[in-house]
């Protein structure tokens, strides 16, 4: 996997690769920078349509499978080369984004300390996913691939996680692989326009904000970016909580995943699956090792 990053990364070579995807992506930039914030009213709610989601759908347009068929002209500037550079230029990409949150925690840190144990609490909550989504996964005719794919939100750690103990190509990673990519795919819009909601549940913005560190920087930045606008007194701290709880996550969530997400999981999953699972599948009900 290493030596597969460090040569997408490599620079031998392949700069006119690295070139149409920096142009590309200015491109990207200025179209949703010029199209802006737009804000309009759904029922009693709020929906704020931000530039990071206008960049996500321009971004699955022009892929080759998309307008580049059609378009052949785009698929020559836009090849598989470039995407998979661009998908390993993402976690670089979201470094800074990283400095300028974490430089937003240090102004806050009292407010912060006084939330308390909620911090790190607030990842058991995560749990509740398992109950939803598996039942779910199994009435759709999923096997092992719904374990993996409801075993939690499923970002890098979780990815790391079940790569490790079942093998990326198994069914369990193939679930925990196809959860990653939808939310990578999905996730942004999804928690976007759900935050832009949130406030009129009369939960307080701050719980919200907390709700906001997924462990996903660019899922916790479109909801934490959306409540800000909703709630623009309360900006700063909003922001200062989702950054701290996504950082939080990271950590407790990995825990969380191992001790307590995998075998609850297995568990429900021998329970359920015999009663929900359809037939016609190949039926595994293998031990968490």
């Known amino acids: 996997m290493a030596k597969q990053q460090d040569k997408i990364l490599s620079t031998k070579g392949r700069m006119n690769i690295f070139a149409k995807l920096f142009f590309i992506v200015l491109v990207i930039v200025i179209i949703t920078e010029f199209i802006g914030i737009k804000k309009f009213t759904i029922g009693p709610g709020q929906v704020v349509l931000l530039p990071m989601l206008y960049a996500v759908i321009i971004g699955l347009l022009i892929t080759p499978d998309v307008l580049g068929k059609r378009i052949k002209g785009l698929k020559k500037l ?18 800074p984004l990283g400095v300028k949150y974490g430089t937003l925690v240090g102004p806050n840190i009292l407010k912060i300390i006084q939330a308390g144990p909620a911090f790190l609490l607030q990842e058991l909550g995560n749990l509740g996913t398992i109950f939803l989504g598996l039942p779910l996964a199994l009435l759709l005719g999923l096997k092992r691939e719904a374990f993996g794919a409801t075993v939690s939100i499923c970002r890098e750690p979780t990815l790391g996680v079940i790569g490790e103990r079942y093998g990326i190509n198994s069914p369990e990673g193939t679930g925990v ?80 995943v191992i001790f307590l997400g995998i075998p609850l999981n297995n568990y429900l999953y021998r329970k359920l699956e015999p009663k929900l699972g359809r037939r016609g599948g190949k039926k595994d009900v293998r031990e968490d090792a």
């Open 78 to 95: 836009i090849s598989k080369e470039e995407i998979e550079l661009a998908g390993t230029m993402v976690m670089i990409s979201l470094l």
């Open 177 to 256: 692989l196809g959860t990653y990519l939808i939310g990578t795919v999905f996730g942004t819009i999804f928690f976007g326009i759900l935050a832009s909601f949130a406030p009129i549940t009369g939960l307080h913005p701050y719980a919200l904000a907390m709700a906001s560190g997924m462990g996903s920087g660019s899922m916790m930045t479109a909801a934490s970016s959306s409540l800000a606008v909703a709630v623009p007194e309360m900006k700063e701290t909003i922001l200062a909580y989702a950054a701290t709880s996504n950082m939080l996550t990271g950590v407790t969530g990995l825990y969380s």
